[in-house]
């Protein structure tokens, strides 16, 4: 769960903090009741547990009812490496972003997550926000950062790389490699999954864009799919990628960053 | 007065104009509805949109048929929507939607979410200074669920004496009777090991239900409400088929004869 991590939280309101025990499905309707009463719940565990364990109280207690609970899930993509696929959160944005009603965040950085944070307490509607668990440093400096509205953290020319969450740094790293080999990439974080910024996307495919998308999390139904959806209505045949987790369960054993270079999406060098 | 004929001649009304099943779950539980509605708890026309009011959780979704009929009895849902039962450009489905009217407090069909539901409005209602009750009807089958037990140990550990669990204990589930599944567990010993006050009842006796539901007790509260699938028609009573069998022209005088012959 991150042993230790909410203690600030709960020091400061200790009457607000409930550790509800294993029983992910249990919580996530404790969670869904206290918003029919009017409080504003964030239920928090590792990804796996607190979206696919709990699936369909999501689902039906959540999103059906569409009350005001955020879901945040630590631990994007390989981010439990070690601890094998139980652990590896790979699926849960594709499974979520099949629910009405739900919005799905992955900041790439801390100021991302600043932001996505204080913006959520704006909403009224169910939000999953999608975290990884290291400081890879910060790469968005935008003035203002919003929730459905990506941000464009370097202009370019020919080629957009958009990432999400956690995989910024290595589109970042991406980008560089790509400009010394002469070319002049936009690097843009793609916070907010679904709804997905749609007037973004359409504008890079009119201007004729080649796009490459970033994302620590299987390449069906997640980040890529939402892009390649947008690419294939526009009827504009633009070249288009997807780095991501292939359709496959991961067996290594090994770090974050082992198991991402198995899978060739480890651009840190 | 008792209210359940009524109600039941609701039921039978609606599910025989739309063709639909779930009879005889919706006719188990008629008077643990009314011994709430009527009886029980703090909900009326006037306070359906009050938070302090009390709460029904209908968990056992399918038999939403009956909850329908008793907020028309109640005054709370008008005879014009109840005709929107199940119906094309209806308002009510087979299974409860919560923005389908004001008093539908969940959505619900899938089970085992009421009674997790329960302790988050009872945890919420705590916060707010708020000590209202909330009641969950479940099925005896539903309690096959892993949600409801742990929403038992979670109520158990935090003496949640605000939320009451009703078993509409009928001795069926889909496709089967309830005995073959879990073989004869004793689910009031079970209960019981939880340091839960479990009241056994007669599930169609509106004053036992009453005198039990109002009970003070020392510890949380379920009441297993022993009833009879398909209560009070007589092609209906105790059987299997009483989940799925659709009302026919034929079955459809006979019930209200039956069910008139109740009236006095």
């Not at chain 1, 947008?230 to 090994?254: C, M, N, Q, T, W």
């Not at chain 2, 306070?47 to 028309?72: E, Q, W």
């Not at chain 2, 009777?177 to 009031?188: F, G, Q, R």
């Amino acid at each position: 769960m991150g042993y230790g991590i909410l203690d600030k939280f709960r020091e400061v309101f200790p009457d607000r903090f409930f550790n509800t025990g294993i029983n992910e499905q249990l919580s996530m309707s404790m969670a869904a009741g206290m918003a029919l009463a009017g409080k504003k719940p964030f239920v928090y565990s590792i990804i796996p547990f607190v979206t696919m364990r709990c699936f369909e109280q999501i689902r039906v207690d959540v999103a059906y009812m569409n009350l005001n609970v955020k879901i945040v899930g630590v631990g994007a993509g390989f981010e439990y490496g070690a601890c094998g696929a139980t652990h590896h959160g790979t699926e849960d944005m594709s499974v979520l972003r099949a629910l009405p009603n739900m919005t799905i965040c992955a900041p790439g950085d801390n100021r991302e997550m600043e932001f996505i944070a204080k913006d959520s307490l704006n909403m009224k509607t169910p939000l999953y926000i999608r975290i990884g668990r290291h400081n890879g440093g910060i790469m968005n400096n935008n003035e203002t950062i919003k929730i459905g509205k990506a941000s464009i953290i370097e202009e370019g020319e020919d080629i957009a790389l958009i990432s999400t969450g956690n995989m910024l740094p290595d589109a970042k790293a991406y980008a560089e490699k790509l400009k010394k080999e002469g070319r002049k990439p936009y690097l843009i974080s793609m916070h907010t999954v679904k709804p997905i910024d749609k007037d973004l996307v359409n504008s890079l495919i009119n201007k004729g864009v080649e796009i490459n998308t970033f994302e620590e999390h299987t390449i069906v139904g997640g980040l890529g799919s939402a892009v390649a959806e947008l690419i294939a209505e526009s009827g504009k045949g633009i070249k288009f990628k997807r780095f991501g987790i292939p359709d496959e369960f991961s067996h290594y054993v090994g770090c974050q960053r082992f198991i991402k270079s198995k899978f060739g999406i480890d651009f840190l060098g | 007065m008792s209210k359940s004929n009524d109600i039941r001649k609701d039921i039978v009304n609606m599910c025989y104009k739309a063709k639909t099943s779930h009879i005889g779950s919706a006719l188990s539980c008629v008077e643990i509805l009314d011994s709430l509605y009527f009886h029980v708890a703090n909900i009326t026309k006037e306070n359906i949109n009050s938070p302090t009011r009390d709460r029904v959780i209908l968990s056992k979704g399918h038999a939403c048929a009956c909850l329908y009929a008793t907020l028309f009895e109640k005054g709370i849902i008008s005879k014009e929507i109840l005709d929107k039962y199940a119906v094309d450009n209806g308002q009510f489905p087979i299974h409860l939607d919560r923005s389908s009217a004001d008093g539908i407090d969940v959505s619900s069909g899938s089970l085992g979410h009421g009674l997790p539901l329960a302790i988050g409005i009872d945890t919420a209602n705590k916060l707010n200074g708020i000590n209202s009750k909330i009641y969950v009807v479940a099925g005896d089958g539903e309690m096959q669920e892993g949600s409801m037990w742990e929403a038992i140990e979670y109520i158990s550990s935090r003496k949640m004496k605000d939320i009451v669990l009703i078993v509409d204990y009928n001795n069926f589930q889909s496709s089967d009777p309830t005995k073959t599944i879990i073989n004869e567990l004793d689910i009031n010993k079970i209960l019981k090991s939880f340091d839960i006050d479990v009241f056994e009842v007669d599930g169609h006796n509106i004053d036992e239900l009453t005198k039990v539901l109002k009970k003070e007790t020392k510890n949380p509260k379920v009441v297993v409400a022993k009833t009879i699938k398909g209560k009070s028609l007589s092609f209906m009573e105790n059987t299997l088929k009483s989940h799925y069998m659709k009302i026919t022209d034929e079955l459809y005088k006979q019930a209200i004869e039956e069910l008139t012959k109740g009236d006095k």
